[in-house]
């Protein structure tokens, strides 16, 4: 996979067009914003080069997915999406995302076969592995995009990192949807401890990160960006160290959620057991 210029992401060429522009998969229930819809079809449409394969891991019902093998469709490469989740849901889930969007009422959590109906359009193009992260393997095929969604702890982030960073190449886009969470203040960690080979290249949406890989990274590198063995004063320390990329997209205000939210929940590394503030 080539080097790329990444100076195309300053201007945010994702954000003209309107929703049309998402075709059918914009019908796909998701829980992204309009900007990262957006970004995820741009990308599939006109960063994609067909060097390597697009992976998304925690697509849910397959929003995401949907979005980015519409962009893939619109460019007319034929690359393959590696989609990863549990695909599981609550009756919640089921009942605010799937049932309005045509899923028939159905019993348990297992949404796999609502996610191959909604999804049936481009399920030519994409391949599914069910089970935790935790577990999850790769080819070793170069992976030009990746999308996480799912760094709910750090062990999961760290597990990522080890089984699909290998396979960035110079020129590939790592998308981090919870980079700016304050329930997720490991993710920036992490990438802020990768900054030799990872660059933040624009903030879309909410807690949305878009980064761009410069160099392959190493068994070492990714060795010392470990997160789950840091103590909170070296977690904070970390974010702290990364000032500048926060200051440099205005988001001072995310780096101090983060920082706080260290402090409220003392050694948890799980978002849901996080604690809000008051």
Known sequence: MSACD????????????????????????????????????????????????????GPFAGGSTARLAEGLRASGRRVEIHAYDRFGADDRLKRTMLYPAGIAPFEGRDILPAFKMLLADWMDGITLHRGDLREAGWTGEP????????????????????????????????????????????????????????VPLAHVHDTTMVFGCTASLTAAALEQARTDTLSDAALAAILKSGRAWYEAFGLSDRLEDALAAIDRAPGVREAWKMVPPA
């Open 143 to 198: 992976i030009e995009v990746l999308v996480v969604d799912a760094s709910k702890s750090t062990e999961t982030l760290d597990a990522i990192a080890r089984v699909f960073y290998p396979a960035l190449r110079p020129g590939s886009v790592v998308v981090q949807c919870g980079a700016l969470h304050w329930r997720e203040p490991w993710v920036m960690a992490q990438m802020v401890l990768l900054r030799d080979w990872l």
């Open 6 to 57: 990444f100076s195309v992401f300053d201007t945010g060429p994702w954000l003209p067009g309107g929703p049309e522009r998402l075709g059918p998969a914009r019908h796909v229930p998701t829980m992204l914003g309009y900007e990262e819809e957006l970004l995820l079809h741009w990308l599939g449409a006109e960063w994609v080069r067909g060097e390597g394969a697009v992976v998304d891991l």
